[in-house]
C-alpha cells in the first residue's frame, strides 16, 4: 500500500512537472504560431498581389515599374504603397489627406475592398462585385501593411522646401538645388511617369481623361481657376497642394472633393528631383 502511495505522489510530481513545463513555453508557443500565421498571410497576400494589383502598384508597390500581361513596359496607373505616408505610424498622413477616420488596417482593406470612387482603382471584394474573398483582401493588406517595418518607418522622408510662389522656384538657387530651365520633352516622360495619364488622358487628346479634368488646354484655362493667380501658379500649386482648389469638370460630371481624387503625395514624391516639376510645367504650360 505504502509503495502505491509512494508511486502515485511521484507520478503527480512528474504529472504537475511536465505540466508546469508545458504552461512556461505556452508564451514562446503561442508566439511561434501567430508569427507562422502572420507569415503565411503576408505570403498569400504577396502571391494575390503580384497575381492582380502589381500591373498597376508596381512589382515593389512604388508605382514605378509595371508591366501587363504579356511582360511588356507599361505606366504604373495607380499610388505606391510600398509608402511612408501609407503605412507608418499610427495616422498616416494619407488618412489624414483622404479625411479617413480609422485605423491604417481600415483604410487599407477598405481602400482594397471596395476601391476608391473617381480613381481607376475598382473593387475587389466579392461583396463590391470584385473577385477575392474577405479573407484574400485581408492578405492583400498584411502584405501592404509589411512594409512598415522598423527600418523603413525610422524617419520621416524630407520633403523639398517648395516656394509658395511659382516664380522664386523657377530661379531658386540654393546649396543643394538649382533650377534649371524647363524641358517639355522630360516634361512627357514626368507626366507618364507618375501616372498622370490614366487621370487626365492624353494632352494631345481632347476627351481622352478618365478620371479628371482634361489638362490639354490648361495653359489657357488655368488661368480662370483661383482669382489671382497664373495657369502656372495654379498648376504648380495643385501639384503640390490638390486638395486648395476642386476643378470644376472632371471626365463624368463636376469633380468631387475635398479631398480631392488627385494624387497626395506629388510634393513629397517630386522632392527626389525638383527639375522633374520644371519640366512637367513647361509640358503643361511652358514657362
Same mark, same amino acid.
Given at each position: 500500500m505504502q509503495v502505491k502511495v509512494v508511486i502515485g505522489t511521484?507520478?503527480?510530481m512528474l504529472t504537475m512537472i511536465i505540466l508546469g513545463y508545458?504552461?512556461?513555453?505556452?508564451?514562446?508557443?503561442?508566439?511561434?504560431?501567430?508569427?507562422?500565421?502572420?507569415?503565411?498571410?503576408?505570403?498569400?497576400?504577396?502571391?494575390?498581389?503580384i497575381d492582380n494589383c502589381a500591373t498597376c502598384h508596381g512589382v515593389e508597390a512604388k508605382a514605378e515599374e509595371c508591366y501587363d500581361a504579356t511582360g511588356n513596359s507599361i505606366t504604373c496607373q495607380g499610388l505606391p504603397l510600398n509608402n511612408y505616408f501609407l503605412v507608418c505610424g499610427d495616422a498616416p498622413a494619407r488618412l489624414e489627406q483622404t479625411r479617413?477616420?480609422?485605423?491604417?488596417?481600415?483604410?487599407?482593406?477598405?481602400?482594397?475592398?471596395?476601391?476608391?470612387?473617381?480613381?481607376?482603382?475598382?473593387?475587389?471584394?466579392?461583396?463590391?462585385?470584385?473577385?477575392?474573398?474577405?479573407?484574400q483582401v485581408a492578405n492583400v493588406a498584411a502584405f501592404v501593411l509589411n512594409f512598415a517595418n522598423e527600418e523603413f518607418c525610422a524617419e520621416e522622408p524630407i520633403s523639398f522646401d517648395w516656394p509658395e510662389l511659382v516664380e522664386d522656384f523657377l530661379?531658386?538657387?540654393?546649396?543643394?538645388?538649382?533650377?534649371?530651365?524647363?524641358d517639355p520633352e522630360n516634361g512627357a516622360a514626368v507626366y507618364a511617369s507618375y501616372a498622370c495619364t490614366?487621370?487626365?488622358? +492624353?494632352?494631345?487628346? @481632347?476627351?481622352?481623361?478618365?478620371? $479628371? #479634368?482634361?489638362? *490639354?488646354?490648361?495653359?489657357?484655362?488655368?488661368?480662370?481657376?483661383?482669382?489671382?493667380?497664373?495657369?502656372?501658379?495654379?498648376?504648380?500649386?495643385?501639384?503640390?497642394?490638390? +486638395?486648395?482648389?476642386? @476643378?470644376?469638370?472632371?471626365?463624368? $460630371? #463636376?469633380?468631387? *472633393?475635398?479631398?480631392?481624387?488627385?494624387?497626395?503625395?506629388?510634393?513629397?514624391?517630386?522632392?527626389?528631383?525638383?527639375?522633374?516639376?520644371?519640366d512637367l510645367l513647361a509640358y503643361l504650360v511652358g514657362n
Open positions: 511521484i507520478a503527480f508545458a504552461a512556461l513555453r505556452e508564451p514562446e508557443r503561442l508566439e511561434h504560431f501567430t508569427n507562422a500565421r502572420e507569415g503565411r498571410t503576408i505570403e498569400t497576400g504577396a502571391k494575390i498581389y479617413f477616420e480609422g485605423t491604417k488596417e481600415q483604410f487599407i482593406e477598405r481602400t482594397i475592398a471596395a476601391g476608391r470612387s473617381g480613381t481607376v482603382m475598382p473593387p475587389w471584394s466579392s461583396r463590391y462585385g470584385g473577385p477575392m474573398r474577405d479573407d530661379t531658386l538657387e540654393t546649396e543643394d538645388f538649382v533650377a534649371g530651365p524647363g490614366s487621370c487626365h488622358g +492624353n494632352v494631345d487628346e @481632347a476627351g481622352s481623361n478618365q478620371i $479628371g #479634368p482634361w489638362l *490639354g488646354d490648361i495653359a489657357e484655362v488655368g488661368a480662370t481657376r483661383v482669382e489671382g493667380q497664373t495657369a502656372l501658379q495654379y498648376v504648380y500649386h495643385s501639384i503640390l497642394y490638390p +486638395n486648395d482648389y476642386i @476643378a470644376p469638370d472632371c471626365a463624368n $460630371g #463636376p469633380c468631387t *472633393g475635398p479631398p480631392s481624387a488627385m494624387v497626395q503625395d506629388l510634393a513629397f514624391r517630386m522632392s527626389s528631383n525638383p527639375q522633374d516639376m520644371i
